[in-house]
C-alpha cells in the first residue's frame, strides 16, 4: 500500500512569516513530488514539482526533497492571508501514472 | 493559459441512475485522469486513459464505472447506476506524458445522488 502522510494541521503563521509544510511517503522508489494547493471547494491548483534531492525554489516557494529520508516539504516565504487553503502533497510512485495524494495541511496566515 | 475544462459544475441524480460526466484536457495533452474527492477526504486517484485505452485503474473503478474519450477532444466518466457513497467531487487532469508528468487538475464536477 503506497501511502503519503501530512500533518492534517491547521497550521497557523502571521503575514509576513514562513510557513513550512512536510509530507512523507512509503515508497523508496518514488520519483516525483508534486505540491497542490485547494481552496475550500476548488480543484488542486498545482504549485511545484521536484524530482531531485534538494532544493526547488518558484518566486516565494521552495520545495525540498530528500529522498533517502522519504521526505518532501514545502516552504512558503512571506506567507499572504491569499495563501490560507489547503496544501496537498501528491507522489508518483514508479511504474505508475497515478498520483497519491497525502490527507493535505491546512495553512492559515492571518494579518 | 490552457486548462482542463469540465461539465456540469454540479450534477443532482436519483440512485440508481446514470450519469455522464465531461471533461475536456488541455489539447495537446496525451494522457488523462479521473479522481475522487469525498467531502473532507483525501483526493483518490480513480483511472488513468492514454491511446484510447484504460492504461490503469484503481479498486474504486469498478464495473459500474467506464471512460471513453469520444471524440478529439472530450474525454468523459460514465457511472452506470449510482449509489448515495458515489457522492463526491470528481475531478479531470491530464498530463503531457504519463508518468512523473505533472497532471493538471479541471474545477471539478460536484455530483450528489439523492
Redesign the interface.
Known sequence: QKEVEQNSGPLSVPEGAIASLNCTYSDRVS??F?W?RQYSG?????IM?I?SNGDKEDGRFTAQLNKASQYVSLLIRDSQPSDSATY?C?V?F???????????TRLLVSP | EPEVTQTPSHQVTQMGQEVILRCVPISNHLYFYWYRQILGQKVEFLVSFYNNEISEKSEIFDDQFSVERPDGSNFTLKIRSTKLEDSAMYFCASSETGEYQPQHFGDGTRLSIL
Open positions: 520519483q516525483s508534486f497542490y476548488k480543484s488542486p491548483e498545482l514539482s524530482y496537498l501528491a508518483g514508479s511504474g505508475f501514472q497515478k498520483l497519491v495524494f497525502g490527507t493535505g
